[in-house]
């Protein structure tokens, strides 16, 4: 008997990212200023800029992917890493992580992936609005360790989580 009802939300999950995070600044329970990837990128090009790579934008890129994956995996920061056993390239990602934070530090800022890292804490603590229930679909590779974190968070503070079936066909 309904002759209405609310449109669902639906948000590929760097969208969802990228609001919880919107949403946790706003209410304020993070306090850097989160900036853009594309924001994120020229910082890691005027860190990588100073070394041997002048002018290179695929150094940063690489940079900045394996930020994201050291983000998103759950992996030990790098300035956590021991130097006994380091290759010369990851000591000079180790470096150049060290100077990125350092910039991100002193300006009051943060990119999408510290930041996101830092989001099922905050699901926990109730610190950013979520919805009743969050609907998976298409999820047909394994979720990375961060994501898996984020729903379960969800699910701990009573979030319905569904996994959608996959259409037949």
């Known amino acids: 008997g309904q002759s209405s009802w609310a449109t669902p939300q639906v948000l590929a999950f760097g969208q969802w990212i990228a609001q919880l995070i919107q949403e946790a600044y706003v209410a304020g329970a993070i306090e850097p200023i989160p900036i853009s990837g594309t924001q994120a990128r020229a910082l890691w090009r005027s860190v990588i800029d100073h070394q041997i790579f002048i002018g290179e934008p695929r150094v940063a890129e690489m940079a900045q992917a394996s930020w994201r994956l050291i983000h998103e995996f759950q992996l030990p920061a790098p300035r956590r890493w021991s130097e006994t056993g380091l290759s010369v390239d990851q000591r000079q990602f180790k470096a150049w992580a060290g100077a990125y934070e350092s910039i991100c ?15 099922p804490d905050l699901i926990r603590n109730r610190a950013i609005p979520l919805p009743e229930r969050i609907e998976l679909t298409g999820f047909e590779l394994s979720m990375p360790p961060l994501q898996r974190a984020l729903i379960e968070a969800a699910e701990a503070v009573g979030v319905e989580g569904v996994a959608a079936e996959p259409p037949a066909e």
């Open 105 to 119: 530090h002193k300006r009051g800022m943060a990119d999408e992936w510290a930041l996101a890292a830092q989001l």
